[in-house]
């Protein structure tokens, strides 16, 4: 069964930039497409951005587009969200899944951007 492990998170003040790492156990990685989800406290999980199987169609929420990418290595079986103009707003642990959601979902990693 394959396993996810996000990695990257932290504390950042505003205008900051992150890159979130997702590794995931497991040989179907490359045949998954892939997406990155956050929950901020008190609200439900929503999708963030997602990726194509090998890596050349992209999706973006509104609220991210054009300061958030979504990329992947699927030699390293790895997907990545690098985040850039990080805000307040972007607070929040962020998991990794396949799009179909037959993967179960990792333990997260937590972003706070605070001043």
């Known amino acids: 069964q394959v396993q996810l492990v996000e990695s990257g998170g932290g504390l950042v003040q505003p205008g900051a930039s992150l890159r979130l790492s997702c590794a995931a156990s497991?040989?179907?990685?490359?045949?998954?497409?892939m997406s990155w989800y956050r929950q901020a406290p008190g609200k439900k999980r929503e999708l963030v951005a997602s990726?194509?199987?090998?890596?050349?169609?992209?999706g973006y929420a509104d609220a991210v587009k054009g300061r958030f990418t979504i990329f992947r290595d699927n030699g390293k079986s790895s997907l990545y969200l690098q985040m850039n103009s990080l805000q307040f707003e972007d607070t929040g642990v962020y998991y990794c899944?396949?799009?179909?959601?037959?993967?179960?979902w990792g333990q997260g990693t937590q972003v706070t951007v605070s001043s």
């Open positions: 899944r396949d799009v179909i959601g037959a993967f179960p």
């Open positions: 497991g040989s179907i990685f490359s045949g998954s497409a």
């Open positions: 990726i194509s199987t090998g890596g050349d169609n992209t």
